[in-house]
């Protein structure tokens, strides 16, 4: 069975979910279920932490997909940080770096969601 | 290099099996002697065209079985998926437009895509009530 987690934090007004293990059509209700929850609350900047990330398939890009509007539209986003190269070239083979904020490290997500 | 060599799998169709599906085959083209990087290339090919035949060949009914089938021959690995639910028609496939998607909200529809992107060959055969996807990786 996949294995996967979720581990959520909060720095101010940005939210952190860090995702660990392998996210795939039996996993990615957890990521769904973690939005949902916070667009309930009306948290809207969002950091993703790939850092172990290590496995994607499209039913986890699918989340990504089904949210990013309702994020964005509330003024907010949802940035990814610390992908592996092997996660990033499945994000990359459906064009997701011109459509989402894809940056090396949380420091560089706070930095953008904090700038003036 | 292998000569012909044919591994099999038969499991119920649950969300449960798609990672043990996809490390199977994945296992398979290690021992076949594909690189790291072609080997999860592979991996994610598995692991889509099994969930779609979960949600849309079975509809999630997991009473239902697939058969994974894998023979390691001297031009490549090719990788036959059988099930005996509902017919995939290629005819209805289009390039996804994932932008577009984004701005619908909508999911999915990427499978198939990145099946194609992955992979050397595909095609769909049927057979009575069998459907089969065949995937061909080459070295």
């Known amino acids: 069975m996949s294995l996967f987690t979720i581990t959520t934090g909060n720095r101010a007004d940005i939210d952190i979910l860090h995702l660990n293990g392998e996210l795939d059509a039996h996993t990615a209700s957890q990521l769904e279920d973690a939005f949902k929850s916070l667009i309930s609350k009306n948290r809207n900047k969002i950091i993703v932490n790939c850092a172990f990330l290590s496995y994607i398939s499209s039913a986890g890009l699918g989340v990504f997909m089904a949210y990013i509007e309702d994020v964005r539209s509330m003024g907010g986003d949802i940035k990814l940080t610390n992908m592996s190269s092997k996660v990033f070239n499945v994000f990359d083979l459906l064009g997701f770096p011109a459509l989402y904020d894809i940056l090396d490290d949380e420091k560089d997500a706070h930095e953008k969601f904090t700038q003036p | 290099m292998s000569t012909t060599k044919e591994q099999s ?130 070295f």
């Open chain 2, 9 to 138: 799998l038969l499991v119920r169709a649950t969300t449960e099996n798609i990672a043990h599906v996809r490390n199977f085959v994945a296992k398979c083209a290690a021992e076949c002697g594909f690189t790291v990087t072609n080997t999860d290339e592979i991996r994610l090919a598995v692991d889509e065209a099994y969930t779609n035949i979960i949600k849309h060949a079975y509809q999630f009914d997991e009473t239902q079985t697939v058969t994974i089938k894998v023979f390691c021959e001297s031009d490549g690995l090719h990788i036959i998926i059988s099930d005996k639910g509902k017919r995939y028609d290629p005819e209805t496939y289009s390039e996804p437009n994932v932008e577009e998607r984004i701005k619908l909200k909508k999911r999915g529809g990427v499978g198939v895509y990145l099946i194609h992107k992955l992979m050397d060959r595909v095609e769909y055969r049927h057979e009575g009530a069998l459907n089969e996807i065949v995937m061909t990786k080459k």
